[in-house]
Antibody
Framework: QLQLQESGPGLVKPSETLSLTCTVS??????????WGWIRQTPGKGLEYIGN???????YYSSSLKSRVTISVDTSKNQFSLNLNSVTAADTAVYYC?????????????WGQGTLVTVSS | QSALTQPPSASGSPGQSVTISCTGT?????????VSWFQQHPGKAPKLIIY???QRPSGVPDRFSGSKSGNTASLTVSGLQAEDEADYYC??????????FGGGTKLTVL
């Protein structure tokens, strides 16, 4: 059973870069069946797909966030990371990392518990 | 891309059935058989309950079922139980390795 855990600062200043890491346990991030993704949820609102990455390093991003997002993978640490630059208050959200079973669309089958990131000076 | 459209709320009494709709476009829902549904209880992470329109992951009760017609996908919860009270989100593939979510529906068990 895959387990995912987000980590990173809970407070980021406007215009700076939000950086989060997701540590995967119970399985290998080098799996050929899964992609590794980030999804966020603004307070009281719905879910928003950010992007996902394959163990090879091929990354795919939401068209609405593409200009500000970078997702990377570190197979030696079984981790993947999210960088979101030039943040504003609108980026305040709970950020989830999740595994996605490739070839099945949005089959996000394991999720981290989520981490709240607040953008404020 | 705009979010998929879901009703903000739905409700039913224990034992009844309730259906939640999720409306998209030809660029997402009707373009692919890749619709998922997620259940989220307060303060918890979403949980996958339906994928590929109609498929249930292991461990999800068969009270949960999915369907699709044209631009609209639907989630039906039969034999409502108190523990089904939660937020439900749909998601669809939208091409080019992109995914979109619905705004969520709060299901209340009366």
């Amino acid at each position: 059973q895959l387990q995912l855990q987000e980590s990173g600062p809970g407070l980021v200043k406007p215009s700076e870069t939000l950086s989060l890491t997701c540590t995967v346990s119970g399985g290998s991030i080098s799996s050929t069946t899964h992609y590794w993704g980030w999804i966020r949820q603004t307070p009281g609102k719905g879910l928003e797909y950010i992007g996902n990455i394959y163990y090879s390093g091929s990354a795919y991003y939401s068209s609405s966030l593409k200009s500000r997002v970078t997702i990377s993978v570190d197979t030696s640490k079984n981790q993947f990371s999210l960088n979101l630059n030039s943040v504003t208050a609108a980026d305040t959200a709970v950020y989830y990392c999740a595994s996605r079973h490739g070839g099945h669309g949005p089959k996000f089958d394991s999720w981290g518990q989520g981490t709240l990131v607040t953008v404020s000076s | 891309q705009s979010a998929l459209t879901q009703p903000p709320s739905a409700s039913g009494s224990p034992g009844q059935s309730v259906t939640i709709s999720c409306t998209g476009t030809s660029s997402d829902i009707s373009g692919y058989n890749f619709v998922s549904w997620f259940q989220q209880h307060p303060g918890k992470a979403p949980k996958l309950i339906i994928y590929e329109v109609t498929q249930r992951p292991s461990g999800v009760p068969d009270r949960f079922s999915g369907s699709k017609s044209g631009n609209t996908a639907s989630l039906t919860v039969s034999g409502l139980q108190a523990e089904d009270e939660a937020d439900y989100y749909c998601s669809s593939y939208a091409g080019s390795n992109n995914f979109i979510f619905g705004g969520g529906t709060k299901l209340t068990v009366l």
